[in-house]
């Protein structure tokens, strides 16, 4: 195989963008699949808290899943293709079951610790990109969508998390 250093490496903001693209993905996947589960396990009218951690658990096998599909199948997922991206090992081959699992868990459960890291390498390379030796790659046979996409995508997430900061804040107030 060709070694990686050949490739271009994917920019900080675009791998945003797909993971975006990616969350979406996974958000109607877990809205239509939490209230179901969540009566057939007879756990409706439980405490918010539960009702917390049993989405959290849903979401985090779902992310398992698809991101294991994905990335061992052909390295890309729908918002990592779209985006002309793809995530390989360093060497140039496709992430093992294994490394998938580790990496996809890694990074739902310590997602900041593990995105602090990105802008800081030369390959944007997260901490859970770094545990399987795995870089985002540009993909040399699928072409980029344009940037608009990718500009899109971070304006909604640097939106969704200022309103987030508020509401935490207002709520913060509120208790005082």
Sequence with gaps: MEETKQFEYSKNYTRTAAYIIDSLILFAAVATLQLPITISLG??????????IITYIISLILHTIYFTYFLTKDGTTPGLNYLGLKILKEDGSL?????????????????????IAIPF?????GIHDLIVKSVCLKNDEKVSRGKWVTGFCCGCGCLSLIILIILFFVGVANQV
């Design 43 to 52: 756990l409706y009218g439980v405490p918010d808290y539960v009702d917390f």
């Design 95 to 115: 992430l093992s079951i294994g490394d998938v699992i580790i990496r996809t868990l890694f990074f739902n459960i310590f997602f900041l610790i593990s995105i």
């Design 121 to 125: 390498t030369s390959k944007c390379q």
